[in-house]
């Protein structure tokens, strides 16, 4: 089992950024694929980016291709989500999530991104 904990959220105005990291304790990062999750009021959570094992390979949601980076670091059991170019409509509770295989399996608490237009 892994245990997540978010960080970097916060208000930000629109065209603005942040960056989201999520440390990992518990079983070896490594081993664990990790994806970006966002849940808006009102809304179910949905998929935002998703980052294989090695980090060599990256998935993104259509609504945040070219403006969110994912990456992660095993070194320091931290993966990563660069926003950039933040929108009104990117307003939502951020999660983190470990997978076991095709599945998200443990997730963070989240943490709250509000982009005020």
């Known amino acids: 089992q892994v245990q997540l904990v978010e960080s970097g959220g916060g208000l930000v105005q629109a065209g603005g950024s942040l960056r989201l990291s999520c440390a990992a304790s518990?079983?070896?990062?490594?081993?664990?694929?990790m994806g970006w999750f966002r849940q808006a009021p009102g809304k179910e959570r949905e998929f935002v980016a998703r980052i294989s094992r090695s980090g060599t390979g990256t998935y993104y949601d259509d609504s945040v291709k070219g403006r969110f980076t994912i990456s992660r670091v095993n070194a320091k059991n931290t993966v990563y989500l660069q926003m950039n170019s933040l929108k009104p409509e990117d307003t939502a509770v951020y999660f983190c999530?470990?997978?076991?295989?095709?599945?998200?399996?443990?997730w963070g608490q989240g943490t709250q991104v509000t982009v005020s237009s």
């Open positions: 518990g079983r070896s990062f490594s081993q664990y694929a």
């Open positions: 999530a470990a997978y076991e295989g095709v599945r998200p399996m443990y």
